[in-house]
């Protein structure tokens, strides 16, 4: 045959695997024990879902501790089983775990209960593991498609409720929509390069006068894929409809896991585009600068939590998009910072996230979601632990010392102006000061207002659990943010290295 | 057998055998009761002359749509055909059968899923 | 042929599937913009993949690309089928207009 096939298996491709194998083999043994065993308590389909995530993290822990060279790919380097993607791992592994936890009493309050939803959690987290350790283009768009089509299923779970399948398919339409934007890209990059892996893309635009026409259009295309995908501003359309429609266990991983996955391979895919980002600068000035603004000031509007929440996600995209100006064409100190205070940003994020989403599974009942903030008058002295997580939780997400949204944004925005865009951040620290407006409101309503909120608490033990993880988290890395910075330069080191 | 289309001969003439055999068979062997509905134009269980654009069950949208997906994975089998032969040469010939073997087992875990879930019975 | 040619082909069936999604309001029909979109991606690979190779030898991603684009999207479609199904039994209707529970 004229044409050999290159593929080597390296040695150890195989055991590098075993995170995703073991989320993936979870999934199908609690969809098949459901249909099959048909158990009455699904408890144990959550106990046994728990179970694979936590042998996927200690396992990404050990490969982690193993993990010789900083860079490690497999399968002729389709996938990089490096310590970014284990960190991401590990970071899936938690917030898959605490989103299961919130979503127990929620699924059997709203009767739908069912092992598919334990089983689809399971199918998106390994696509989000595979999105992380995507090293080629193809990998990446498989990845994105093994996280999504779980998602969208996902969102339109609670099919008796008419707002879900709404939402779920203004989802889908805006996630296929972006997902073909970025097919398209990724066919135009190919087109020119001749090649799908992102090693060889730089190698390849590094090389390379800046006359190929394809490069940046496919980039540009991309970005427009990406930004749908994290809702960053002008294709941030879905993002409040499809939040507010989802079951809140299912927007609280759409917020959280979701977004980080995307990051995960944004920042893979930037760094490969490194040299040529230059004439991308003023876009992604402009779309920071649209989505911090858009998405502050959206939100002040907003007494739906859920809408508040997803329009203060678009924000966070926004801060957390603003660390890729800092990517230089060749990798320096400039871009390691930025790279490791986004890491930082992220896992900050995706403890308040998942906290606030949490607050409102348990203040929720069936007759009443809860989602109006004026439902929530007193809350803070009929439940005082209740109140003083969200408290936290919010004043994390506006940015007070000190919590961790306060050091994730000073690391984060220092990083940027390190790099020249002053302007840029002043304008960003303005927005989040504005953002204190509405993440305020929701305390002045819990502690201010008298007690006349129509809401009724029901804490059970793991939903106890999960949003006291997610507080301490919140408090541990504010307080102690320095302990995590070995782990984020030895994660963003390792993707400089596979470049 | 270095026309590359000698197999593609072989193809042909088993389609044509097997068609002609078995279509046969059934003549010779199978019982014959002819009545109006059976030798009536078979159209998959709709009338056959009327409007086209009518309603159908949705009980079909199942059928046809499970048959999609697994009907579309066959796709990955004939690349995986074509190139085995290459891979045994270099010696990873049981790696790569064993690959389509977890591929295949994972398909039939979503078909075993999907008859327990009973979404394939009619009523 | 050219690789010119393809690529103008790819970008019409890219502008129509936009257009497509753009402006019908029928859900079935957005869907179908979706697909006319992802096939006109496929279409680019394809065509790369024929033209940056050597003739019997063509650069094998590209076709791996096109394959994984063709089954993903039966899945895709799998997935919105059953959301506007849902939808249908709701509402009677599968027209995008008519979804305006989600409002601020």
Known sequence: MANEAVFTLEPGALSSLAPMSIVLATAFLVLLWDVIAKPRDRGILLGFSIAGLALAAIVSLILWSHADPVSHTIFSGRLAIDRFSLFFNLVFSVVATLVLMISRDYLIREQIDVGEYYALIMFSVFGMMLLAAAADLLMLFIGVEAMSIPVYVLVAFNRSRIRCIEGALKYFILGAFATAFLLYGIALLYGQTGTTSLADIHTFLEGSS?????????????????????????FHMWTPDAYEGAATPVTAIMATGVKAAAFAAIIRAFLAFSPSLVMFRVVLWVIVALTVVVGNIAAIRQLNLKRMLAYSSIAHSGYMLAALLAIEPIWGPQTSNAMSSLLYYLLAYLFMNIGAFGVIVVVGSRENEAVDVRDWAGLGFKYPWLG???????????????????????YLFSAVVHAGYTPLIILAVLMSAASFFYYLRVVVYMYMQPSEGACTPTVSPLAAVAIGVSALATLWLGIAPSALFPFLEWAQRSVAVLL | MDNPYVALLFSFSF??????????????????????????????????IGNARTRISVKFYMVAILFILFDIEAVFVYPW?????????????????????????????????????GALKWD | MTVQSVLSVAAILFSLGLYCVLTRKNAVSVLMGVELILNAANLNFVAFSSFTGTIGAPEVAGRVFAVMIIVLAAAEAAVALAIILAIFRRMGTVEVDNLNELRE
């Not at chain 1, 997580?389 to 944004?409: D, V």
């Not at chain 2, 062997?29 to 030798?39: A, T």
């Not at chain 2, 591929?103 to 008859?115: D, E, K, S, T």
Request: aromatic content about 14%; some cysteine.
């Open chain 1, 210 to 234: 800046g006359s190929h026409v394809l490069v940046p259009v496919g980039i540009a295309l991309m970005i427009v894929g990406f930004g749908f995908k994290i809702g960053s501003v002008p």
């Open chain 1, 388 to 410: 003083a997580a969200m408290a936290l939780f919010m004043l994390s997400l506006g940015g007070l010392p000190p919590t961790a949204g306060f050091f994730a944004k000073f």
């Open chain 2, 15 to 48: 389609a044509i055998i097997f068609s002609l055999v078995f279509v046969n068979l059934s003549r010779i062997f199978g019982q014959s009761r002819p009545e109006s509905e059976k030798l009536d134009t078979y159209e998959c269980g709709a009338p056959p």
């Open chain 2, 81 to 117: 055909a074509v190139s085995l032969r290459s891979f045994v040469a270099k010696g990873m010939g049981t790696f790569v059968f064993v690959e389509m073997l977890i591929f295949l087992g994972m398909l039939f875990l979503g078909w075993l899923y999907v008859l327990k879930r």
